[in-house]
């Protein structure tokens, strides 16, 4: 059973840079078929879909975070990464790395790290 | 974009009861739809894809059905392990949530 676990700080100030990593064990993020996700959910709040990345590199991104977020890939390090800048409390959020199959179905999910950005 | 919307929010119930929470679509979807089911503290877990089919090892108290622009998402007798919040998904799309609390 394939695994996905997030890490990063978990504290981060305002108008910085939010960076996360999803690393995948149990599995090759090389293995096409898959769309690596990142997903966030405001305290108390539903799920928001941030983008995803195909293990070619190419991505897709929520279209209201596309002008400061980045994903990427590192298939040798079976990782994928996040960076979200310019942050401000409104980015204070659990988030999640998921696997996304096609038709679009999020089957596997990492535990989630809680980011809150700080002024 | 396709918008999602659950209802009700909120659903109060209690352990043995038929419990029903709808997802509509503001565009016919076909049966591209998926359900997951949130505990707190804990990521989503996929209950249901494609409407219908149950994942693996969900229990069969669980079903899906619908197609188009409207779906449900039936609990035929509530437990007291179900009590969560549970989530409609199309694409990339989620809906607001239903929280089945007692």
């Known amino acids: 059973q394939v695994h996905l676990q997030e890490s990063g700080p978990g504290l981060v100030r305002s108008s910085q840079t939010l960076s996360l990593t999803c690393t995948v064990s149990d599995g090759s993020i090389g293995t096409g078929g898959y769309y690596w996700s990142w997903i966030r959910q405001h305290p108390g709040q539903g799920l928001e879909w941030i983008g995803y990345?195909?293990?070619?590199?190419?991505?897709y991104y929520n279209a209201s975070l596309k002008s400061r977020l980045s994903i990427s890939v590192d298939t040798s390090k079976n990782q994928f990464s996040l960076n979200l800048t310019s942050v401000t409390a409104a980015d204070t959020a659990l988030y999640y790395c998921?696997?996304?199959?096609?038709?679009?179905?999020?089957?596997?999910w990492g535990q989630g790290t809680m980011v809150t950005v700080s002024s | 974009d396709i918008q999602m919307t659950q209802s009700p929010s909120t659903l109060s119930a209690s352990v043995g009861d038929r419990v029903t929470i709808t997802c509509r679509a503001s565009?016919?979807?076909?049966?591209?739809l998926a359900w997951y089911q949130q505990k707190p503290g804990k990521a989503p877990k996929l209950l249901i894809s494609r409407s219908s089919t149950s994942e693996g090892g969900v229990p069969s108290r669980f079903s899906g059905s619908g197609s188009g622009t409207e779906f449900t998402l039936t609990i035929s007798s509530l437990q007291p392990d179900d009590f969560a919040t549970y989530y409609c998904?199309?694409?990339?799309?989620f809906g607001q949530g239903t929280k089945v609390e007692i």
């Open positions: 990345i195909y293990y070619t590199g190419s991505t």
């Open positions: 565009q016919n979807i076909n049966t591209w």
């Open positions: 998904q199309h694409g990339w799309t």
């Open positions: 998921a696997r996304a199959q096609t038709p679009v179905v999020f089957d596997i």
